[in-house]
């Protein structure tokens, strides 16, 4: 019988990096412009919550791609999402599907797996050890 756990180190891998592009484009989209904010309007004010949240998504995206310092990118990350959620989404509605944090509680919860399970297959972490 064919077993799938020699295969979970390039799962665990492949969720790192798809996460953590799609997370980059998080940053982007508010710092950069691309692809266009919500609404439009100029970046934010780089000292401003929006405009550290920008910064850590961008930051934390490449070193969570590239499987730089994973663990403990991964825990800010997770912390940064768990603040995002309880700060802009929550107190629109209880309900995620209705207060759009849905994203937020699920790169929370991914990027708190990481913090244990590590990067996976791919990572830079795995060449320095």
Known sequence: ???????????????????????FEHGTQKLLGFPDRPGGGAAPPMLSMYGIAGLLEMAGGILLAIGLFVRPTAFVLSGLMAAAYWIAHAPRSPFPVLNGGDAAILYCFIFLYFVFAGGGAFALDNRRK
């Open 1 to 23: 019988m064919l077993s799938l756990t020699r295969w979970a180190p390039y799962a665990l891998g492949l969720l790192r990096i798809v996460a953590a592009v799609i997370f």
